[in-house]
């Protein structure tokens, strides 16, 4: 089992950056493929982008060159750093980690809109 917590969310403007992080309850070197998804009201979660093990990464189309998934195996901790950020990228994020051939989840942080 992986317990994940993300965290960084909070109020942004067009254009702003922000950093997220996902931390995990277990070693990261023991879990495969992470990464990022959204998921706005009444809307399928989309994946953002993804990174294995090893530092393969890759995004959506809507984010590349802007937003850059990155992770710590040393500090069990992923990041999403978001820049340029757009009124469309407001959404909660969610971390996932797999393990083998399970899936875990965090809790969700929320991006949100401040104009």
């Known amino acids: 089992q992986v317990q994940l917590v993300e965290s960084g969310g909070g109020l942004v403007q067009a254009g702003d950056s922000l950093n997220l992080s996902c931390a995990a309850s277990?070693?990261?070197?023991?879990?495969?493929?992470m990464g990022w998804y959204r998921q706005a009201p009444g809307k399928q979660r989309e994946l953002v982008a993804a990174?294995?093990?090893?530092?393969?990464?890759n995004y959506a189309d809507s984010v590349k060159g802007r937003f850059t998934i990155s992770r710590d195996n040393a500090k069990n901790t992923m990041y999403l750093r978001m820049s340029s950020l757009k009124p469309e990228d407001t959404d909660v994020y969610y971390c996932y980690a797999q393990v083998l051939l399970n899936y875990y989840w965090g809790q969700g942080t929320q991006v949100t809109d401040s104009s």
């Open positions: 277990r070693s990261s070197f023991s879990i495969g493929a």
């Open positions: 990174i294995t093990r090893g530092g393969s990464t």
